[in-house]
Nanobody
Framework: QVQLVESGGGLVQAGDSLRLSCAASGRTFSRYTMGWFRQAPGKEREIVAAIRWSDGSTYYADSVKGRFTISRDNVKNTVYLQMNSLKPEDTAVYYC?????????????????WGQGTQVTVSS
């Protein structure tokens, strides 16, 4: 059974940094795409970044390009989201997700497995 466990959220000030972690278990993820999504109150869940485990190919939403970095650790089976220069509009619940299909996908409907989410709050 696939399990994704996020950690690293918290309350920070604008301009600060946070690193989210997603520990994955229950499968061999070498052919998966791993994504970070976020959902703010009253808004739809949106892609933040994604990484193809096999070759490290990445995707970033325009709103986070240059500020966020997604990476993976093959030994620890963990995906990270390094978030720098945080803004109040980055405030949301952040979710880790796993997609077993070929290709880097950016809609939540293409991801089969989800973590429980971790809250990120950025104050101005």
């Amino acid at each position: 059974q696939v399990q994704l466990v996020e950690s690293g959220g918290g309350l920070v000030q604008a301009g600060d940094s946070l690193r989210l972690s997603c520990a994955a278990s229950g499968r061999t993820f070498s052919r998966y795409t791993m994504g970070w999504f976020r959902q703010a109150p009253g808004k739809e869940r949106e892609i933040v970044a994604a990484i193809r485990w096999s070759d490290g190919s990445t995707y970033y939403a325009d709103s986070v390009k240059g500020r966020f970095t997604i990476s993976r650790d093959n030994v620890k089976n963990t995906v990270y989201l390094q978030m720098n220069s945080l803004k109040p509009e980055d405030t949301a619940v952040y979710y880790c997700a796993a997609d077993p299909r070929i290709g880097v996908h950016i809609t939540p409907y293409e991801y089969d497995y989800w973590g429980q989410g971790t809250q990120v709050t950025v104050s101005s």
